[in-house]
């Protein structure tokens, strides 16, 4: 394992993250107690040092196994986890990016993870009633009473991040760090705005969702059943909103590349996503059972060629709309003849 640093900060996180949303079982799938600690241990043996929880998942249980998976060792993790999403739905205040959803959603995180300070706290998703002001120096906030020592901000769009941290700037308060998006071989839309914002802004990404819903494990074939509809927050569910022909093509691709090179559809989704050239990419690992984050950390032992990349990007992408497909169509007359002659530094 190596080590990326987070934005425009000094902190070193590893290249891969391990996502916490899976430790628990109370919301019908996900780790036992004992498999969230043995993928846990794995992950730590393998060199990451980088843990992805938040409140809401599994109604708290996920921060609570954290919490006693690293008491041991709690100067050597860093320990992400967010706010924002509701846990007392009849309450309007107890979700949101306001202040007093803030306060006391850390205060309540913790206590559960037995910590007096967490690395990195997201707010989990944009919430529009909320001015950016009063978030971002609520957040400041808490970074100089010690309680918070970086932030980031997880499902919003590129021109709320880009103000919040320019009114950040300004203001000398903590700016994000971080930026927790869906990316993958079947999700590329970010590369219309957030991916180079989060590059021309020095923000890492942590991308979640990277083998979409389990499409890309070769799981789902075509021309076979799909999966039956499924109560809302369960697995298959998310699995359900990637199960298109679109995606099954790149999932067969995918397999392609992979019995090529002698690696698991799994390994070459994630390699994928950490061999893009936007900035600092870290991929956020899910897993229920400890051979699924085995499989996934053998990502680290190869790299995609050029021509596996080319047709990995040909199966996949993605109009790009406007204005970039339209500034790309513009270029000529917009630099003239010499824009080949030109080394552009910021990789325009």
């Known amino acids: ?9 000094g902190l070193r996180v590893s290249e891969l993250c391990l996502g916490a949303m899976t430790f628990g079982e109370e919301w019908g799938w996900g780790a036992s107690k004992e498999e969230s600690r043995r993928i846990f241990e794995a992950f730590a043996e393998a060199g990451g040092n980088f843990i992805d929880s938040a409140n809401y998942y599994t109604a708290g249980t996920s921060e609570r196994f954290v919490g006693e998976f690293i008491a041991s060792e709690r100067r050597r993790f860093v320990v992400a986890t967010k706010y924002t999403l509701n846990m007392r739905p009849d309450d309007p205040n107890a ?25 990195l706290y997201w707010v989990h998703a944009w919430d529009s009633m909320t001015p950016v002001e009063e978030t971002m120096r609520a957040l400041d906030d808490m970074v100089r009473a010690g309680k918070i020592l970086y932030v980031g901000i997880s499902d919003a769009p590129a021109w709320v991040v880009s103000r919040a941290n320019t009114l950040a700037g300004l203001m000398g308060w903590s700016a994000f760090a971080g930026l927790q998006i869906p990316y993958s071989l079947i999700e590329r839309t970010p590369e219309r705005e957030l991916l180079p914002m989060a590059k021309a802004l020095d923000i890492a990404v942590t991308p979640w969702g990277i083998l979409g819903g389990g499409v890309l494990t070769g799981k789902y074939k075509t021309g076979k059943p ?13 699995g359900n909103i990637y199960v298109t022909e679109r995606n099954l093509r790149i999932a067969e691709e995918i397999e392609r590349v992979a019995k090529e090179i002698g690696k698991t559809a799994s390994q070459v989704a994630v390699a994928w996503v950490r061999q893009q050239p936007r900035g600092v990419v870290i991929p956020i690992l899910g897993a229920t059972k400890l051979a699924q984050l085995k499989d996934n ?10 021509d596996h990349l080319r047709r990995l990007d040909e199966a996949s992408r993605i109009d790009l709309g406007f204005p970039l497909a339209f500034l790309e169509q513009v270029r000529r007359i917009v630099y003239g003849n010499t824009f080949p002659l030109i080394d552009d530094h910021r990789g325009a």
Request: proline content about 2%.
């Open 1 to 9: 394992m190596r080590y990326k640093l987070l934005g425009r900060s």
């Open 297 to 306: 950390l053998g990502c680290l032992e190869f790299s995609l060629s050029g």
């Open 95 to 119: 979700g949101g990016n306001h202040r007093k959803n803030m306060v006391h959603s850390l205060e309540e995180s913790l206590k559960r993870l037995r910590t007096d300070y967490i690395d």
């Open 226 to 238: 799909r999966p039956k509809d499924a109560r809302y927050g369960s697995q298959e569910e998310w």
